[in-house]
Structure formats: C-alpha cells, structure tokens
C-alpha cells in the first residue's frame, strides 16, 4: 500500500541554520500524525514542505512523497494537482 506521506531524512535550512534536522515518518490510510513541540521548533515548517509551500528562504534536503510523488524540488504546477484533492493545510 502506498502511504499518504513519507517523509524522509527531511532537513530546513535558512541559510547556515539548520531549522528541521532529519525527520523522518510514514502515515499509512486512515492514519493520523500529531506534531507536537515548543515554539520554533519547525512544526509549521515540516508541514509546509510536506505541501510544497516552503517559502524560498528555506531550502528543503531529503524527501517528502505524498501519495507516491516526490514533493521537494517538485514545481508548483505538479503540486497543484495534489493539493486540496490528497492534501490540504489549515493554517493556524
């Protein structure tokens, strides 16, 4: 089965700052994953770029594939297609 996302070995950057160090996990159908942390910790920052809307200051390094597509590096014309029908980000 294919999972709804994997995100793998996933590193943000700002610069030489390292925002998000080697995250790595799976949701399955029908799974739910909570994101829990302190202020600043990059829970935002891992959920945008599990979407494809990092803003450009923050470069992505490792994967992200949402229902088999590879997110990182992926152009917004390809993402498009994904979200709102496989995923969907409700911000705070």
Request: charged fraction near 15%; charge should be neutral.
């Amino acid at each position: 089965m294919t999972p709804l996302l994997a995100v793998d070995h996933l590193t943000l950057k700002a610069g030489q700052t390292t925002l998000v160090h080697d995250l790595s996990f799976v949701i399955q159908p029908g799974e739910r994953l909570g994101l829990i942390g302190e202020l600043g910790s990059g829970k935002s920052l891992t959920a945008l770029a599990s979407t494809g809307l990092l803003p450009p200051a923050i470069v992505p390094h490792g994967s992200a594939r949402l229902i088999g597509h590879e997110v990182i590096g992926a152009p917004d014309r390809a993402l498009d297609r994904l979200r709102g029908t496989a995923v969907a980000m409700v911000f705070q």
